[in-house]
């Protein structure tokens, strides 16, 4: 079993759609997060949710919103797309013995 | 200027060689980590250190907390390790992940 699954992996979409990525974990970890990973490879903290609790936002748009229904799970739901929005996106889950950090697979936005 | 900074950005070397990536930082931590994202990319974690050293197979990670310094070394280089190698850390305010711009290491045959 993936520790970290998130789905779609590729999504190729028009401006001004909405769109989500989900995220599940089968660690029992607390913490879960997203990033996104720019042109340049350039990680960067969107969003941290602690048993589901934001406890980072870091500053991003508001058309970018992160929805935790349980702590399995958490999904980012995209409002409005612009093209900028194009990169990848990665959700985590940290925690247990270590606080070791394990990553999804990757989600490839293409804005178009 | 980055609170993680590792270096080089590139780096090419022949099968066989010793391979050291650097990474410094100006923050207070609480762990340290090297991930590794091969093409395709996928993010694997490699290590956590809070102190010490630490070896897994060819791979070995040490960190000087004082000197705010990270390196990551791989033994007997194989066209299989080309990948990007990204310093990670966790600062000891919250559980924010601050992370280097990566080392895109390529081994050739």
């Known amino acids: 079993d993936t520790a970290v699954s998130q789905t779609p992996k590729y999504l190729v979409t028009q401006m001004g759609n909405d769109k989500s990525i989900k995220c599940e974990q089968n660690?029992?970890?607390?913490?879960m997060y997203w990033y996104k990973q720019d042109s340049k490879k350039f990680l960067k903290i969107m969003f941290s949710y602690n048993n589901k609790e934001l406890i980072i936002n870091e500053t991003v748009p508001n058309r970018f919103s992160p929805k935790s229904p349980d702590k399995a799970h958490l999904n980012l739901h995209i409002n409005s797309l612009e093209l900028g929005d194009s990169a990848v996106y990665f959700c985590?889950?940290?925690?247990?013995?270590?606080?070791?950090?394990?990553f999804g697979e990757g989600s490839w936005l293409t804005v178009v | 200027k980055n609170e993680v900074e590792q270096s080089p950005q590139n780096l090419t070397a022949q099968e066989g060689e010793f391979i050291t990536i650097n990474c410094s930082y100006s923050?207070?931590?609480?762990?340290l980590h090297w991930l590794q994202q091969h093409p395709g990319g996928g993010i694997v974690s490699l290590f956590m250190l809070s102190s010490g050293k630490k070896k897994h197979g060819r791979l070995i990670a040490t960190i000087n907390i004082q000197e705010k310094h990270s390196s990551l070394h791989i033994t007997a280089s194989h066209p299989r390790d080309s990948a990007v190698y990204i310093c990670?850390?966790?600062?000891?305010?919250?559980?924010?992940?601050?992370f280097g711009e990566g080392t895109q290491l390529t081994v050739n045959p």
């Open positions: 985590a889950a940290s925690g247990g013995e270590g606080n070791t950090i394990y």
């Open positions: 660690l029992g970890h607390d913490t």
């Open positions: 923050v207070g931590i609480s762990a």
């Open positions: 990670a850390v966790r600062q000891t305010s919250g559980s924010r992940l601050t």
